[in-house]
């Protein structure tokens, strides 16, 4: 048997565990007292409690970049109806409750009341209530700013997944791919799946922190893991929609099930549709598209000579139609119909060999 | 505006490794800065009694007076040390009597805090207060622990004392998340004491003239997620010994020997901590 000397970096395996875990808890316990001490301030009129006015111009978005990873304010998009009566309340009887801003060389950053922010700007104000924070690092006031947005109560489903998954990456130093499959291997887990191949050496520890942040926001694991994440995976059009709020969540997740094909129509005519009536327009224009392809099959299984000899005298039709020549997407359609042939030439001459 | 003060509780998980060493002359170098220093020894042992020249006080003049609520009423056992050459230093003694007073910690409802609670009720009025604390980790440690605002720790640079060292570190982590220490108290650094530059070990690992720097101690400690700052290294000399055995400081017993000013990096940072923040 070889025997090594043994690496003094291994010896210290123990204090790293734990310095990691303490300083996490800590963290945690700051953030905590930290939201205590605002929301006692939120009771209360008058600024006793610290809070200044500021102009509404010198307040940025909270910006973090750390070594190769980017964490970004959380995007938010408000319902223009709810902050306009905002703008209109905040008129009448002033802002109840401070926003929250970190005070860095750059200016002030926003921490939480990005919507009180927009509804000053829509009601003309010049200057708005704030907490400064002084010294807060970046990543006390991310997760401060996402714990806070996660705990908002007219959070979007996806904008408290973007939330949980953020501040995930930020504790662990995941991927969003890593941390995704972390919460499948703990849910796994819970439903008593284990599979030895989800983990590793440090996966109790990351899943004991991840159980942490999901209890903090208030979310299960299993409503997480069964109903939030499927939205980080909608197509970019529909998450788009979803974001501006044109669709609602349980729509969003509809049509995306759907064939991509259809996915502009559907996000035109079924925005503001209920669940109903957007599952029967989607039953409609999937069986509009199953029903011309059928009545295709069909007459091509009856006469196929007639099918050919269409389509060779269309193409010789269009080849002389000067649309074809001066309009984008017309030429843009006829070349798709040439890359076609092509590819049905190189399959037919595949299958021949 | 309260004044500040640093308390230092000076740790190694190994006897013999050079805490009362560490503490008497970083106290001697606070004093010659103008911090008033007091010296608690938190161990049973004793040796902070011999490293000051004084004699073993009878149980009601040491710290088992003041870890006993019921009887403690603010008078601090403290006694003034090294006062024909330098002012500003004193010694609140343990020894023998330290052993009957740890049972005092699982009897009394706040037994872990009882330091903290005396310091809290009856403060000191010194800049700087360092608690010397046991060879092994202990009930005082914890003791000390739950009433400091840093904590030193001083080890050999050997192998086994490293390992023991990185479990204290560890220890602390771990007991101030779990006494739920508010502020919790930072390690101030790690003393490497009778460093032998003749050693192969000791160049290893303290990255003399080593190509490959990763297994070195000074790139662990700056390597942790809580990255920990390391001192020159005390070299190996029976001066200190010597000096101990007439219970002084190196500082009054050989002014001019080098080393003395290690433990005036020590007070240094110390005393940056004590001016660093209101």
Known sequence: MVREKRKISALAAGAVGSQTHTLLQEKDAEIEALKTQLAGGANSHGGGDGWVEIPINAIKPLSIRSGNQSVQQPRKYFDPVALQELAESIKEDGLKEPIVVRDTPEGYEMMDGARRHEAHKIAGSSKIKAYIRLNISDEEALAYALTTDALKEKISPLEQAISVVDLLRLKLHLNEAEVKSLLFAMQNDAIGKTNADDRDETYPQKAQIAHGVLNSIGVTLGTMVNNRLKFLDLAPKIRKALEVGTISPTNALLINKVDSRVHDRLLKEGSRLSKKDLQALITTLTKENSAKEVELENAFAQNPVSIYEQSIMRMQELSQSPLVQEDARARRMFLDIYEKLNKLGKYVESKRR | ?278
């Open chain 2, 1 to 278: 505006m309260k004044q500040k003060q640093l308390r230092v509780a000076i740790m190694s998980s190994a006897g013999g490794t050079g805490k009362s060493t560490v503490a008497v002359n970083t106290a001697y170098q606070l004093a010659r800065m103008g911090k008033a220093t007091a010296l608690v020894d938190c161990d049973p042992n004793g040796s902070l009694a011999l490293f000051t020249g004084l004699e073993d006080p009878p149980t009601e003049k040491t710290l088992a007076h003041v870890l006993s609520p019921s009887n403690f009423k603010g008078d601090w056992p403290l006694f003034s040390i090294w006062e024909d050459k330098i002012s500003g230093v004193s010694a609140c003694l343990g020894g023998l009597p330290l052993y009957e007073a740890v049972k005092r910690i699982d009897q009394e409802p706040r037994g872990v805090y009882l330091l903290s609670d005396a310091l809290e009720d009856y403060p000191l009025k010194q800049d700087v207060l360092i608690f010397d604390c046991p060879g092994t980790i202990e009930r005082y440690h914890e003791l000390a622990l739950a009433a400091c605002t840093h904590v030193l720790i001083v080890l050999h640079p050997n192998t086994k004392a490293i390992n023991a060292g990185f479990k204290l570190i560890d220890w602390v982590y771990q007991y101030r998340s779990k006494l739920r220490l508010q502020p919790p108290p930072q390690i101030l650094g790690i003393v490497p004491n009778a460093y032998q530059k003749d050693a192969a070990m000791h160049r290893n690992h303290m990255g003399e003239g080593v190509a490959d720097e990763s297994e070195t101690l000074p790139s662990i400690l700056q390597g942790l997620p809580d990255p920990l700052k390391l001192f020159e290294p005390i070299r190996e000399t029976r001066l200190l010994g010597n000096a101990a055995d007439y219970g002084l400081p190196l500082g009054i017993y050989r002014p001019g020997e080098g080393i003395n000013r290690v433990f005036e990096s020590i007070a240094q940072e110390i005393a940056s901590n004590l001016s660093g923040e209101d």
